[in-house]
Each structure stands twice: as structure tokens, then as C-alpha cells.
């Protein structure tokens, strides 16, 4: 069975910035909606500026900034300034012929532009609108900037994360953003879905710190019911005895090893210890109790092994266990190529940027959808589009807002020089892994054309 994109006909106003928000209308212009980004020339998306493909700081580099790339395929780009009246009204007569309005401004910076849902249902009365912050649009925190690595330290993830004996720790991606993302696509559809039932539009107020706590229960259950903090104890796990990572051959490879009853002990025996071990290990008792020198003897065996192939030898015995993969071994790996989580996107002819793989959505559908991915927006590329064909502006209107620089395809931004080049970063050791040849396996491994 084949049809359209499911979300055809549902238009996305967005004022987004960075991932929290422009994630989540990202996988929602990938089934379909249409997404209307509303950018800034005077206060750009700080991912138009930084991280740009190969490094190339010629010319219009805000529009090869690969973060931005990622984030925002499949969407419209309207750059107008909202500090002008006109680029303020241009706006909220976009808001009125939309279904949905989504941002993560404080609460504060809504109330200036006149954004907020109560000035909105003026201009429509069904509007879903959105606000997507750090903590809420609501309470004595409401008003507070955020960033991920802060909001995740707030929603009491980072408190149950770390080694043991050791502060908090955080990873390097903003987990929040991504999961407050999630959260707020499903908000978005079920806002859709009574709308449909009732005729009447939400208010839809995501807190991205509470999507974190959300999913650390067991934390907050325990103080609840026995008035216990949990303790940080690294990739440990309290119930489980041989519950960790442990190193493998190679440059700072890793396998993740769980191993709980006897009979998968013994499993483990078979393939690591085959020319015998320490018979005391076969207790559980005793591995439950001596876990630090357990883990010591599992790494003794561990590091003379491929993370990859020990990974398979201990999957076919019945062994939960999974190879520790970095960005580079995720873009070539078998599985998710069988699977075809990335798809290849292409660029606007302007950029000099490739056809290149980016990661798809992470779920698959029976229904055959027309899933062909348009290229991320150049900064204002659809400007003449909304304000004529959308808004009923005339040319001379559109002139104006243009001529005014209330509309813009440029900054006035002077890009920032890396200090030095990749290799030499790489020869100081200030990149983890640097592959000179990557543009060529890319093109090889996906058949594209550089």
C-alpha cells in the first residue's frame, strides 16, 4: 500500500532555536507537515554558526553549518525581524493561517512579541500552540535560560549519574533536548487529534527538564518509599552482578557486558575462559559480593578480543551484550545499513555541499510513505514564497520588506577561523579520531558524487 506523507496538509509555524523544538518539527515535516522556520538575521540560530562542512568559511558559511543541516531538512526558512513592527505583523498573519505554533523562548521573550496562546486564539481560535523551555512556561523557574547540559542537572538524571565515589557526570550530546523533542511531537499529535474531535486548539506547555525526570522514576520512588538517595555506581547495576563496560583491542574500544544467572555464566565461561578459570566465579553469591575483582578478570579477557566480533560470539551463546560504537562506526555499521537509518539528503546547489547520509527517523512504518527528503533551508530562501504566495503580499510590499532589511538572506556576521587545521588539531591531540580519507569512504559506502 502507498499514500502521501501522513501530516500532508498541516502547516508548522516555528520559531525554534537549536535542537529542543527544531527537532521535533523535524520528524514531523518528515511525515509530512509543512514547517515554516522563522529566522533572524540579527540574532541567528546559533548552529548557523559554527561546524561547517569541510571546514569552509568562504562566503555564505551559515548556510553549510552541518548542526543546523541536520536539524532542519524538509522545512522553509522565513528570515524576518520581529524587533519591526512590520516583520512582527508578517509573522503573527503567518500564525493565522497555520495550524500549530511552536517555540522555545522563555515565557518572557513570547510576552514582548505578543506571541503568547492567549494573544494568538485572537488572530485563531483553534491554533496549537507550543512552548518548549527549559522549566515550564509555568512557576518561579519559568523564566530562567536554559541549555541541556543545565536542565539536565536540574530534572536529577545527572545526580544518579557517575562513578562511584565520584561527582555527577553528563554526556556530551543535550540528552534533554532530545527527549523533551520526543515528548513534544507526541504532545503535538494528540493536540491534533482533539482538535479533530472538538474543533478546539491547546495550549501544549513542555518542560524539558521534567521530560527528563520523567524517566528516572526509580530515583524518586526510592526516597518516596524508603527514603533512600541513590548512589552513583558507574554502568554497575545493583541487582545484577557482571553488569558493565569493559575494554577491548583497539583504540579505546569497549564492550557492554550484562551476565545475571549461572546458566548465562556458564555461557560466558564457554567463550572467554576456554582454557579454564577460577571455579569460585561459578557462585553467584560470590560474584554478586567480589564484583570490582569480577570485573577485573572479565577486562583481563575482554581486551584480547575485537569489541565487534566478541560482541557476536557472546550474542550467539545468548550473552546481552553490545560493541561501544562512535559516529564514524555508526555511519558504516552493517545493521543499521540493512536497516536504512540513514538516508541520503542533498544540499542547496549554493552550499558546494554533497549529497551526504543523515540519520532518518527513529522508527519504520508498513505504509509506504513518498518519504523524498527536500534540502535544509539557505537563510531566508523562502521569503518571496510566504510573503506572496502565503500572505497575499504584492511586489511592491515584498520590495519593501526587503529593501528595509526587514526580510534577509544574508548576515553581517563574520565567521569564526578554526585556530588550525584538522590534522593539525589531530597531531596535538585536540581530536579524539581524524580520517583524511572520510569524504572518500562516504562516497563509496552510499554511492555518492562529491
Known amino acids: 500500500m502507498s499514500?502521501?506523507?501522513?501530516?500532508?496538509?498541516?502547516?508548522i509555524v516555528e520559531l525554534g532555536q537549536l535542537i529542543a523544538v527544531p527537532y521535533a518539527t523535524k520528524l514531523l515535516a518528515d511525515m509530512g507537515a509543512e514547517v515554516i522556520r522563522i529566522e533572524s538575521a540579527n540574532r541567528p540560530d546559533i548552529y548557523r554558526l559554527s561546524d561547517y562542512y569541510d571546514e569552509r568559511i568562504d562566503g555564505e558559511y551559515w548556510n553549510r553549518a552541518i548542526n543546523f543541516n541536520e536539524q532542519n531538512r524538509n522545512k522553509r526558512s522565513f528570515c524576518v525581524e520581529l524587533d519591526k513592527n512590520e516583520g512582527n505583523d508578517a509573522l503573527l498573519e503567518l500564525i493565522s493561517i497555520s495550524d500549530v505554533f511552536a517555540s522555545n523562548f522563555t515565557p518572557r521573550v513570547m510576552k514582548k512579541y505578543g506571541l503568547e496562546y492567549q494573544d494568538l486564539i485572537k488572530i485563531k481560535p483553534d491554533i496549537i500552540v507550543v512552548s518548549s523551555t527549559g522549566y515550564g512556561h509555568s512557576g518561579p523557574w519559568s523564566s530562567f535560560g536554559a541549555i541541556g547540559f543545565g536542565t539536565e542537572a536540574a530534572s536529577g538524571l545527572s545526580s544518579t549519574t557517575g562513578y562511584r565515589g565520584e561527582g555527577p557526570s553528563q554526556p556530551e550530546i543535550p540528552y534533554p533536548d532530545y527527549t523533551a523533542a520526543e515528548h513534544t511531537v507526541y504532545g503535538i499529535l494528540s493536540a491534533l487529534l482533539y482538535r479533530m474531535e472538538t474543533g478546539k486548539g491547546q495550549f501544549l506547555n513542555v518542560s524539558q527538564s521534567e521530560c527528563v525526570t520523567s524517566t528516572i522514576p526509580e530515583a524518586i520512588l526510592d526516597f518516596t518509599a524508603n527514603e533512600v538517595v541513590v548512589e552513583r555506581i558507574g554502568n554497575d547495576n545493583a541487582e545484577i552482578p557482571l553488569h558493565g563496560c569493559f575494554p577491548c583491542k583497539g583504540?579505546?574500544?569497549?564492550?557492554?557486558?550484562?551476565?545475571?544467572?549461572?546458566?548465562?555464566w556458564e555461557m560466558l565461561i564457554s567463550v572467554m575462559f576456554s582454557e579454564g578459570h577460577d571455579p569460585k566465579f561459578d557462585k553467584y553469591d560470590y560474584r554478586d559480593l567480589n564484583r570490582e575483582e569480577l570485573h577485573q578478570l572479565i577486562s583481563s579477557k575482554t581486551i584480547e578480543h575485537d569489541k565487534i566480533v566478541l560482541m557476536k560470539m557472546l550474542q550467539e551463546r545468548g550473552i546481552r551484550a553490545g560493541a561501544v560504537l562512535n559516529g564514524e562506526e555508526l555511519l558504516f555499521n552493517e545493521h543499521l545499513k540493512h536497516r536504512q537509518f540513514f538516508e541520503l539528503l542533498d544540499h542547496d546547489t549554493s552550499t558546494g555541499i554533497p549529497e551526504l547520509p543523515y540519520p532518518s527517523r527513529p522508527w519504520k512504518m508498513d505504509i509506504s510513505m513518498d518519504l523524498k527528503n527536500l534540502p535544509p533551508p539557505t537563510l531566508g530562501h523562502d521569503n518571496r514564497f510566504v510573503s506572496i504566495d502565503l500572505l497575499g503580499h504584492s511586489d511592491k510590499h515584498y520590495n519593501y520588506l526587503t529593501n528595509n532589511q526587514i526580510l534577509a538572506r544574508k548576515l553581517d556576521i563574520p565567521s569564526k577561523k578554526p585556530d588550525t587545521n584538522r590534522a593539525q588539531r589531530n597531531q596535538n591531540q585536540e581530536i579524539h579520531k581524524y580520517d583524511p580519507d572520510f569524504k572518500a569512504r562516504i562516497q563509496k559506502e552510499f554511492m555518492v558524487n562529491e
Open 3 to 11: 499514500r502521501g506523507r501522513i501530516l500532508e496538509g498541516l502547516r
Open 251 to 264: 583504540f579505546d574500544d569497549w564492550i557492554a557486558i550484562v551476565v545475571d544467572s549461572n546458566s548465562e
